[in-house]
C-alpha cells in the first residue's frame, strides 16, 4: 500500500490506548441491556479480533466505537479523550480517524467505485493528482482494477465489500474497525484482505476486526475479544 499522509493532528499521548471501554452498557431504547459490563482496552497500534455467536453485540459494540451509538452506562474514551465530554463539533474530527467497514458497506451510490474509495482523501482537503495513484493501486490490490469506474449498484456484494474496505484503509486511519470484513469473499480473498489489515497496523493503525470466521481468526496469531450474549467472555491478558 502507498502511505498517504495521516488525515489529522495526532495529539494522542503514545502511553494513551486507542479504546478504552470501562464498565460500559448498552441498551435499545427501553429495550434489556445488550451490551454489559464491558471493560477493555485496544493499545495504540494494536490489532485484535472480536468474535462471537451472531446476535452477540459485535455490530454494536463497535457502533459504540464509531459513535453512531453513546453508551447507556460507562465511560468509552477513544485517542485519551472521553468520548461523552466531547463536543459535538469534535466529531467530524474525531470520526476521521477512524476508518470503519461497515457490514453492509454503505458505499455512496452515486459516485463511482474510484470515486468512493477517494472520499476520505478528498474530504481531508487532498488534490485528486495527490491521490489518483494511490486509489488506483489500491483498488487493483482488491481486485477492483477493472472496475474503477463502475457504480456500487452493479458491482456483487463481494466487490462492493472490497470497495469499503479500500475506503476505509485509504486514508491510514489512526484507527480500524471492520464488521465481518470478509463475509462476502472467498477464502483466498478473505486471506488477502487480511494481509491489507496487517500492513496497515504495522505502518501503525490500531486494527479491530469483527468476525465469526474462526478460521479466519485462528491464521493470525492475533489476541481476541470474545463476546457471549452482550459479555466479554475473553479477553486479552493485556488488555
Ligand atoms: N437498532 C437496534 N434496535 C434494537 N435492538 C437491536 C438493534 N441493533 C441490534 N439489536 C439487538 O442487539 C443484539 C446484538 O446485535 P448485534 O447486531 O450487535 O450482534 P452481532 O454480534 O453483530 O450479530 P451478527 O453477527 O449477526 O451481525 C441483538 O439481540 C439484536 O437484536
Known amino acids: 500500500m502507498t502511505p498517504t499522509p495521516r488525515p489529522s493532528p495526532d495529539l494522542t499521548r503514545e502511553t494513551d490506548p486507542a479504546v478504552r471501554f470501562d464498565a460500559v452498557g448498552l441498551r435499545y431504547g427501553r429495550g434489556p441491556e ?13 490489532f485484535h479480533f472480536l468474535t462471537g455467536p451472531s446476535g452477540a453485540g459485535k455490530s454494536s459494540l463497535l457502533r459504540l466505537i464509531y459513535r453512531d451509538r453513546q453508551p447507556s452506562r460507562g465511560l468509552i474514551s477513544l485517542f485519551g479523550r472521553d468520548t461523552a465530554l466531547m463536543p459535538r463539533e469534535d466529531l467530524p474530527g474525531l470520526r476521521r480517524r477512524i ?15 474510484f470515486d468512493n474509495v477517494a472520499l476520505p482523501l478528498r474530504v481531508a482537503g487532498q488534490a485528486r493528482a495527490s491521490y489518483a495513484d494511490d486509489v488506483a493501486d489500491l483498488l487493483a490490490w482488491v ?17 462492493q465489500q472490497r470497495a469499503a474496505i479500500a475506503r476505509a484503509v485509504i486514508s491510514r486511519p489512526d484507527l480500524l474497525i471492520a464488521d465481518e470484513p470478509t463475509g462476502n469473499v472467498d477464502p483466498a480473498m478473505a486471506h488477502r484482505l487480511l494481509r491489507l489489515f496487517v500492513e496497515l497496523n504495522r505502518l501503525g493503525t490500531t486494527v479491530l476486526i469483527a468476525s465469526h470466521d474462526i478460521t479466519l481468526v485462528r491464521s493470525l496469531n492475533a489476541p481476541v475479544l470474545e463476546l457471549a ?9 493485556a488488555a
Do not use: T
Request: aromatic share 6%; proline share 6%.
Open 143 to 159: 481486485g477492483l482494477g477493472e472496475r474503477l469506474h463502475a457504480l456500487p449498484a452493479s458491482l456483487s456484494g463481494g466487490e
Open 99 to 113: 476508518g470503519v467497514v461497515f457490514q453492509d458497506f454503505r458505499l455512496l451510490g452515486h459516485l463511482s467505485v
Open 34 to 46: 445488550i451490551l454489559s459490563d464491558l471493560s477493555f482496552d485496544l493499545p495504540s497500534g494494536s
Open 229 to 237: 450474549e452482550g459479555r466479554l467472555v475473553s479477553k486479552p491478558k
